[in-house]
């Protein structure tokens, strides 16, 4: 499945790496607290979610430059237009949260 090159795929595994990259940012920077309590301090403090969604985004640079590499152009695509937006999200809750 991953050696496939179309949108879909791009697609999923651009909204799926991000979480990924979230997780791995908890494991990082909080993990002496539970994952409930991280998300309660999330909650809490919403303006710091910009800056943990703008950090997970960098494992969609990962496997972006991995399937550029192998020239699966669609895939990338996919990848990107996810990237761009969960950038959005991020940058409305910049502006409005």
Request: glycine letters at 6%; hydrophobic letters at 55%; proline letters at 2%.
């Amino acid at each position: 499945m991953l050696k496939k090159d179309n949108l879909r795929l791009g697609l999923i595994l651009g909204f799926l790496s991000p979480v990924l990259g979230f997780f791995i940012y908890y494991l990082v920077k909080f993990r002496l607290f539970s994952f409930q309590e991280f998300l309660h301090i999330i909650r809490s403090n919403p303006s710091m979610l910009t800056g943990i969604i703008s950090l997970s985004l960098i494992t969609n640079a990962v496997v972006f430059t991995i399937y550029i590499n192998q020239q699966k152009d669609k895939t990338a695509r996919g990848i990107f237009i996810a990237t761009c937006i969960y950038a959005l999200i991020a940058l409305s809750f910049k502006w409005f949260v």
